[in-house]
């Protein structure tokens, strides 16, 4: 079993920055597919940016030039830092683990975290 338990969320202006952080124990590793969703009320769940097994990320086009990935080797640790954040980036931002869903089309998170709230005002 694998536990991912995020932190670093708040209310800020715009414009504002953040970071988030996601901590993963357990059953982790090295070479999990990671990856930052967040949700609006309202709206359905969207996908922020996923790392590959190398570590590598692809941002969501809101998300490319503002909003920044990291991991570290062993996948124990996850972040996104968020800069010139905008009222409708407002939303909780959840941080997925799976070993597959980065390699296999239709693959899910089988791993998710409770989330961290963002509020942009």
């Known amino acids: 079993h694998v536990q991912l338990v995020e932190s670093g969320g708040g209310s800020v202006q715009a414009g504002g920055s953040l970071r988030l952080s996601c901590v993963a124990s357990?059953?982790?590793?090295?070479?999990?597919?990671m990856g930052w969703f967040r949700q609006s009320p309202g709206k359905e769940r969207e996908e922020v940016v996923r790392l590959d097994q190398d570590g590598r990320a692809t941002y969501a086009d809101f998300a490319e030039g503002r909003f920044t990935a990291s991991t570290d080797n062993a996948r124990k640790f996850l972040y996104l830092q968020l800069n010139d954040l905008k009222p409708e980036d407002t939303a909780v931002y959840y941080c997925?683990?799976?070993?597959?869903?980065?390699?296999?089309?239709?693959?899910?998170?089988?791993?998710w975290g409770q989330g961290t709230q963002v509020t942009v005002s």
């Open positions: 997925a683990a799976d070993s597959l869903a980065c390699v296999v089309d239709g693959q899910p998170y089988n791993h």
């Open positions: 357990g059953n982790t590793y090295t070479r999990f597919c």
